[in-house]
């Protein structure tokens, strides 16, 4: 797969350091908007934003993608104008975590043909990050101003679904002018003509 502006991930040390504030902008996500395409239950893809207290949490909902399909396209619009500094995923475990996360800002168009054609703003090659440990930092510059960002996660480590626990933005909330949002005819995917929306630099360590 091409390489779209990579970046890797660092190791972070979070007992020296409370992280939470850092880890806050799930506060500023419109939830009532987020939606996931592919999920195998409808509107799981909700719980997976939560306090980065609760992010090693694994009773609480997970997101699923349908079974034999690994594939995830997740739209995350926020309540303004935010800067992302960086981003964590907890995948599941036996195979079912996220092995490459792809990232599109302030878009309300996309759909699982629509990425499969446009390059995206970045690209990780992610690691089995099952403690919550590694973040992947943005290209700041491109993630400033942004009000809303899309994830999509291609393919897992091997397994024939894919499983997240929790997806974490560091960063911070801007409150400016909103950025223009590029949108065609449909604010939300249309089911009859897309999946279903119910069902690389250097890393860093933030354990």
């Known amino acids: 797969m091409p390489n779209f502006g990579a970046c890797c991930a660092h190791d972070h040390d ?4 409370d992280c939470g504030p850092a ?14 395409l592919n999920e195998a239950h409808a509107g799981s893809v909700k719980g997976v934003f939560r306090p980065w207290a609760e992010r090693l949490d694994m009773s609480l909902p997970t997101l699923d993608s349908n079974e034999d399909d690994p594939e995830l396209l997740i739209h995350v619009p926020f309540n303004g104008s935010v800067k992302i500094k960086a981003i964590t995923i907890i995948g599941g475990s036996d195979g079912m975590a996220p092995a490459v996360m792809r990232a599109y800002t302030n878009r309300e168009d996309l759909d699982f043909s629509t990425v499969a054609e446009l390059p995206p703003m ?14 992947y930092p943005t290209q700041v510059p491109k993630f400033s101003g942004v009000h809303c ?29 909103r950025e223009a949002v590029i949108a065609v005819y449909e604010a939300k995917p249309l089911i009859s003509d897309h999946k279903v929306a119910n069902g690389m630099g250097p890393l860093h360590d933030i354990s």
Do not use: M, Y
């Not at 690691?127 to 973040?135: A, V």
């Open 14 to 17: 979070c007992e020296a350091a």
């Open 23 to 36: 880890w806050s902008l799930h506060e500023r996500i419109d939830q009532s908007h987020v939606w996931a």
């Open 122 to 135: 970045q690209q990780w090659d992610l690691q089995e990050n099952l403690n919550g440990s590694i973040e």
């Open 149 to 177: 960002i899309d994830l999509h996660i291609p393919t897992s480590f091997g397994a024939d679904s894919t499983k997240i626990h929790f997806i974490g933005f560091k960063g911070e909330f801007t409150e400016g002018k």
